[in-house]
C-alpha cells in the first residue's frame, strides 16, 4: 500500500510495526514515553504497548546504551533512541567497545542485536552541543553498521532491516527531515544495508551525498541541468558498509566527482570516499574530486552563521559548475 506522509511519521511506524510482530522489540531512551520522543517520533505508542516496552530513561546515556546491550546480548530486540548525536558521546564506550567488539571479545559466542536511532545535523538553531553530524565518526569503528536514511522509504525500512541484522545497527536522522514528506510502500521490498541508491541519472558529474544533503543535491541538480549540466546523484544510504560498486560505477559514468558531507571537512566520511575512488578508480577521473563539508567551526548559534557554516544547495552548485571547469 502507498500512502505520502512523512519522515517522522515513517519512522514512527516503523517502530510500531516492528513492535506488533516482535514481542522482543522495545523502545528506550530519555522523553520516549509520556513526552512523545523529542521529535515526536514516539507519540502515542506508551498508551498502546505500555511502560515495559516504551521505557523512559533517566539522563545516563551510558547507562540506558548499556542496558540495550545487556538486553540484546539476553535474546531481546532493543530500540535505544539517543537524543542527539552530540548526546551519543556519553555512551561512545559502551558502543565501541562493548556493542561493536563483544562478538570479537567473546570468540563469536555472542552477538549484539541492537539499533541505536539518533537525531543528527544542524539548522535548527540548536547551538554547538546539539548540532552536529558525527556519523562519519562512527563509520570509521569495526563490528557496527551506520544507517542514514533521507527518504521517507529508507526511514520506515531501515528500523527493520536493522532489527534484523544480528549486529548493532546505528540509525541517524537528520533532525531537519522528520517534517519532509514522500511516498510510502509498505509492501515494497527494502533496499539491503550496504547498498547506495542512484537518486538522479546523469553523465556530466556525480554528487555522492546521504541524509539531508541528498535533498539540497538534487536541489543543486535541478538548479545546474537549467545551466546545460547533468548531474547524477547517488543517495549513499549506508556508511558502513559503503557500497563501493555502486560509487564506483558512477565514477566511470561522469568521470568527475563531487562529495557532500554535513561532517567536517578533516577525517570526513567525504575524505573516505575520495581515498577509495583514489585507490580503486584513479584512471576515470577527468578532474580532482571536490568535496562540500561544514565549517571547522563548532555549529554556531545565530540562524545566519549557522547556515553560513553548513552544506547549502548553493554551495554543492558553485562546487559542481568549479568542477566542470576543472582539467
Known sequence: MKKEITYREAVRMGIDTAM??????????????????????????????????????????????????????????????????????????QIMNNAAHLLHMSGGQFNVPLVIRMATGAGKQLAAQHSHSLEGWYAHIPGIKVLTPATVQDAFDMIHLALADPDPVLVFENALLYNTKGELDTSAE???????????????????????????????????????????????????????????????????VLTVDEGWRSGSISAEIMARINEQAFFELDAPMRRVCSEEVPIPYPRHLEEAAIPSAEKVAAAARALMEDA
Not at 546491550?69 to 551519543?88: D, H, K, Q, Y
Not at 536541489?219 to 560509487?247: H, Q, W
Open 20 to 93: 506488533e510482530k516482535d514481542k522482543r522489540v522495545f523502545l528506550a531512551g530519555e522523553d520516549v514515553g509520556k513526552y512523545g520522543g523529542t521529535y515526536a517520533v514516539s507519540m502515542g505508542l506508551l498508551e498502546k504497548y505500555g511502560p515495559e516496552r516504551i521505557v523512559d530513561t533517566p539522563l545516563s546515556e551510558s547507562g540506558f546504551t548499556g542496558m540495550g546491550i545487556g538486553a540484546a546480548m539476553n535474546g531481546m530486540r532493543p530500540i535505544v533512541e539517543i537524543m542527539t548525536v552530540n548526546f551519543s558521546l556519553l555512551a561512545l564506550d
Open 190 to 256: 527494502p533496499m539491503a544495508i550496504g547498498k547506495a541508491k542512484v537518486m538522479r541519472e546523469g553523465k556530466d558529474l556525480t554528487v555522492f551525498a546521504y541524509g539531508i544533503n541528498l535533498l539540497k543535491a538534487l536541489d543543486a541538480a535541478n538548479a545546474l541541468e537549467k545551466e546545460g549540466i547533468d548531474a547524477e546523484v547517488v543517495d549513499l544510504r549506508s556508511l558502513r558498509p559503503l557500497d563501493d560498486e555502486t560509487i564506483m560505477a558512477s565514477v566511470a559514468k561522469t568521470h568527475r
